[in-house]
Antibody, heavy 121, light 108 residues
Framework: QLQLQESGSGLVKPSQTLSLTCAVS??????????WSWIRQPPGKGLEWIGY???????YYNPSLKSRVTISVDRSKNQFSLKLSSVTAADTAVYYC?????????????WGQGTMVTVSS | EIVMTQSPATLSLSPGERATLSCRAS???????LSWYQQKPGQAPRLLIY???TRATGIPARFSGSGSGTDFTLTISSLQPEDFAVYYC?????????FGQGTKLEIK
């Protein structure tokens, strides 16, 4: 069964770059038809989609974050990563990685457990 | 951007009662691209419904989804204690993908 696991720095200083990795186990990240997303949730608030990387390597980012976001894939390690630059306190959130089946009747069907990232000096 | 608005923000009901949660999109969404998620405290969201009305694997039959265009509904026919949680609708019809703000289903 496919599983996702986030990892990375839990504390980032303002203006620095947040870096997270999502390890995929129980299946290949290169499987066709899927995209791999990052989603975040500030404490006590709702969900915000950050962006995705498609199995082909193409990406799409939320315009609200586009200037600061990079999502990449490392097929040799079966993982994908998020970098968010110039962070502020507003970027404090639980960050989730998720698989999107894509297309009609897609949806985020598999989620990682989430990792809390705090932006503070 | 398609704005998803959920109502009510909080719904207080007792076990055994029927719950009806609403989700309205700011513009028409193909029902194939509308999903519902359940989130419990300290946990990741769990997919309940996709394609507006299809239950995900392992989801009990008491959960059902309906709707089209801009108005969608999640119904829980008879609430069980484990159903009290926050529910989110989400569209992936247009970029950027967006979620509703959530409906908290609490025990009355």
């Amino acid at each position: 069964q496919l599983q996702l696991q986030e990892s990375g720095s839990g504390l980032v200083k303002p203006s620095q770059t947040l870096s997270l990795t999502c390890a995929v186990s129980g299946g290949s990240i290169s499987s066709g038809g899927y995209s791999w997303s990052w989603i975040r949730q500030p404490p006590g608030k709702g969900l915000e989609w950050i962006g995705y990387i498609y199995h082909s390597g193409s990406t799409y980012y939320n315009p609200s974050l586009k200037s600061r976001v990079t999502i990449s894939v490392d097929r040799s390690k079966n993982q994908f990563s998020l970098k968010l630059s110039s962070v502020t306190a507003a970027d404090t959130a639980v960050y989730y990685c998720a698989r999107d089946r894509g297309g009609p009747e897609g949806a985020f069907d598999i989620w990682g457990q989430g990792t809390m990232v705090t932006v503070s000096s | 951007e398609i704005v998803m608005t959920q109502s009510p923000a909080t719904l207080s009901l007792s076990p055994g009662e029927r719950a009806t949660l609403s989700c309205r999109a700011s513009q028409s969404v193909s029902s194939s691209y509308l999903s519902w998620y359940q989130q419990k405290p300290g946990q990741a969201p769990r997919l309940l419904i996709y394609g507006a009305s299809t239950r995900a694997t392992g989801i009990p039959a008491r959960f059902s989804g309906s709707g089209s265009g801009t108005d969608f509904t999640l119904t829980i026919s008879s609430l069980q204690p484990e159903d009290f949680a926050v529910y989110y609708c989400q569209q992936d019809y247009n970029f950027p993908y967006t979620f509703g703000q959530g409906t908290k289903l609490e025990i009355k």
